[in-house]
T-cell receptor
Framework: EPEVTQTPSHQVTQMGQEVILRCVPI?????FYWYRQILGQKVEFLVS????????KSEIFDDQFSVERPDGSNFTLKIRSTKLEDSAMYFC????????????FGPGTRLTVL | AQSVAQPEDQVNVAEGNPLTVKCTYS??????LFWYVQYPNRGLQFLLK??????LVKGSYGFEAEFNKSQTSFHLKKPSALVSDSALYFC?????????????FGTGTRLTVIP
């Protein structure tokens, strides 16, 4: 069964450093998402991406964040200058097409900012 | 504003007994409702969804959920719990709006099935 994969599983970084979180969505999916979950809190939407551009973003997704689909398979989330409060589990998700489809989630990357 | 409430942080049930995990929602327009399950060190796995039609939807692993529009609820149920059902369960809603396809999640309910 196809699945969304994410690397690394755990990333530790120093405050102010740049990090890139990587995701490989399911191959025939067209919509891509990043969510995050701060420890003990709910899963929160960050950004959605369709047709090589951002289609929606939340207020969390400020200028420090960017997303890219550099080739036909990878989908990345970059945080330019990490803050302590960026420490969270980051989930990538993908979806085939249409609002009635379900999103498939990857296992997550745990980001720890020191 | 869209929101989802899962009023119970923790639900304990004996193996073989029926289980219910509660979810209520608030959304503009018609809701699309989802349940996901998270096992330790795993991503969110899709269980079932309500889009339209029959209020009782059936999903993976014997789970089902009932959409109740008047009570704005979408409770997850299973007739007979298994120890392997122990996990973290998330309810999510997507508003029926053009261009809005991100999910709003509840805070999650940890289900423990006691042998």
């Amino acid at each position: 069964e196809p699945e969304v994969t994410q690397t690394p599983s755990h990333q530790v970084t120093q405050m102010g450093q740049e990090v890139i979180l990587r995701c490989v969505p399911i191959s025939n999916h067209l919509y891509f998402y990043w969510y995050r979950q701060i420890l003990g809190q709910k899963v929160e939407f960050l950004v959605s991406f369709y047709n090589n551009e951002i289609s929606e973003k939340s207020e969390i997704f400020d200028d420090q964040f960017s997303v890219e689909r550099p080739d036909g398979s990878n989908f990345t989330l970059k945080i330019r200058s990490t803050k302590l409060e960026d420490s969270a589990m980051y989930f990538c998700a993908s979806m085939t097409t249409g609002i009635v489809s379900e999103q498939f989630f990857g296992p997550g990357t745990r980001l720890t900012v020191l | 504003a869209q929101s989802v409430a899962q009023p119970e942080d923790q639900v304990n049930v004996a193996e073989g007994n029926p289980l219910t995990v509660k979810c209520t929602y608030s959304v503009s327009g018609n809701p699309y409702l989802f349940w996901y399950v998270q096992y330790p060190n795993r991503g969110l796995q899709f269980l079932l969804k309500y889009i339209t039609g029959d209020n009782l939807v059936k999903g993976s692993y014997g789970f089902e959920a009932e959409f109740n529009k008047s009570q704005t609820s979408f409770h997850l149920k299973k007739p007979s719990a298994l120890v392997s059902d122990s996990a973290l369960y998330f309810c999510a809603v997507r508003p029926d709006q053009t261009g809005a396809n991100n999910l709003f999640f509840g805070t999650g309910t940890r289900l423990t099935v006691i042998p």
